[in-house]
């Protein structure tokens, strides 16, 4: 495989359940991001790994919690959601020096009921 | 505070008929724009990078073009295939390498 590969493509959960998305690079980046995108809104960062370590969090709820375990694979865990949570969550690549253009994987749609 | 706003928001053209859309920023220093095509259902697809007012970047019906305020994409002659979400994003100067600010994206739809 190649690019950015995510899943679940889709994911409903309850307020109450754990879940994690998964994200996995074939492209020797050395940077992985994860982004929210909700409806009419920009995309917004939420955490940013660069060489396996964490190098930012933007105020992220601690609902939220990502992990990236090597520089292929990053993860995002989640329990007890809020509806307002539901969104696309999309993982994105980059070489972190370059700074150029992201690749972006096909996303999570995750719905919390 | 850095910032990125695109327009219009929508955009419905006939197939054939050109336009322009257009991204407004502003950042303290620019280390790059970006434009990205987004398809319903999939992740922002990378399209160009301008460095500095003046450049310009072409792929197929689509050009970018970049002054100290603001970058137009110019799609000329559309087909329906051309319909998707743009995206403009921005990456200033003295910002950590890997951070970049996104607009909110212009729906473009070309009919038939």
């Known amino acids: 495989e190649t690019g950015v590969t995510q899943t679940p493509r889709h994911l409903v959960m309850g307020m109450t359940n754990k879940k994690s998305l998964k994200c996995e690079q074939h492209?020797?980046?050395?940077?992985m991001y994860w982004y929210k995108q909700s409806a009419k809104k920009p995309l917004e960062l939420m955490f940013v790994?660069?060489?396996?370590?964490?190098?930012e969090n933007n105020s992220v709820p601690s609902r939220f919690s990502p992990e990236c375990p090597n520089s292929s694979h990053l993860f995002l865990h989640l329990h007890t959601l809020q509806p307002e949570d539901s969104a696309l969550y999309l993982c994105?690549?980059?070489?972190?020096?370059?700074?150029?253009?992201?690749?972006f994987g096909s996303g999570t749609r995750l719905t919390v009921v | 505070e850095d910032q990125v706003t695109q327009s219009p928001e929508a955009l419905r053209l006939q197939e054939g008929e050109s336009s322009s859309l257009n991204c407004s920023y502003t950042?303290?220093?620019?280390?790059?724009l970006f434009w990205y095509r987004q398809d319903p259902g999939k992740g922002p697809e990378f399209l160009f990078t301008?460095?500095?007012a003046g450049e310009e970047k072409e792929k197929e019906r689509l050009k970018a073009t970049l002054t100290k305020k603001e970058s137009f994409l110019h799609i000329t002659a559309p087909k329906p295939e051309d319909s998707a979400t743009y995206l403009c994003?921005?990456?200033?100067?003295?910002?950590?390498?890997?951070?970049?600010?996104f607009g909110s994206g212009t729906r473009l739809s070309i009919r038939p």
């Open positions: 994105a690549s980059s070489q972190a020096v370059r700074g150029d253009g992201y690749t």
């Open positions: 492209l020797g980046h050395n940077a």
């Open positions: 790994y660069s060489l396996e370590e964490r190098v």
């Open positions: 950042v303290s220093g620019l280390r790059g």
């Open positions: 301008l460095y500095s």
């Open positions: 994003a921005v990456q200033a100067l003295h910002s950590s390498a890997s951070k970049i600010i």
